[in-house]
């Protein structure tokens, strides 16, 4: 295991790891850190321009990535969460464009999930993104991770949840659910 200083570091310098999510292993890394962001494009042979989801232990850690949100959306928000949710929020002028892609959207989960909840609560809000090749069914063993993926990415411990799907994807503006 990777101690938090160490961790926070690797990252820092642009390191991605992959950890349990609710559903499979995701990989995450800086999501300020374009060459990072970047790297996990590469690595799943994701297309730049269809963005990202961001993880955080709650919104105020992506506050500043996003428009301020009225009283009405923060309720909306607190019906969902922390859970298996993640919301299109509108975007701020200090949006990562890496993680945004083509959107005026930045898509957020605040998970339940100990393992995720834990992390982001420790080193801040992370990228999150499914451990697999684009189009390629995701991965739900730390081994077949790290088979996939080799040194490329750190690898941490734990068991993937229960969830069969991936989260569901809701607009806030609109409500239109377009996943899940």
């Not at 709650?58 to 009225?70: A, E, M, S």
């Not at 299109?88 to 990562?96: D, K, Q, V």
């Not at 077949?144 to 994807?169: T, Y």
């Amino acid at each position: 295991m990777f101690s938090q200083s160490e961790l926070r570091a690797y990252l820092k310098r642009g390191g991605v790891i992959a950890y349990p999510t609710e559903s499979c292993f995701g990989l995450g890394c800086d999501p300020r850190n374009r060459a990072a962001v970047q790297k996990i494009l590469r690595l799943k042979h994701r297309p730049w321009h269809k963005g990202l989801i961001l993880v955080a232990a709650n919104v105020g850690q992506v506050r500043r990535f996003i428009q301020p949100l009225n009283q009405s959306q923060q309720a909306n928000l607190n019906q969902y969460w922390p859970g298996p949710y993640t919301f299109l929020l509108p975007i701020s002028t200090r949006a990562p464009k890496g993680v945004t892609g083509k959107h005026r959207t930045l898509a957020v989960r605040v998970s339940a999930y100990p393992v995720v909840a834990r992390l982001t609560r420790m080193l801040g809000p992370l990228v999150s993104t499914s451990a697999n090749i684009a189009g390629a069914k995701p991965l739900t063993r730390a081994a077949d991770v790290q088979r996939a993926f080799g040194a490329a990415v750190r690898v941490l411990p734990g068991r993937v949840g229960k969830h069969k799907k991936p989260s569901a994807i809701i607009d806030l503006q609109s409500g239109n659910k377009l996943r899940g």
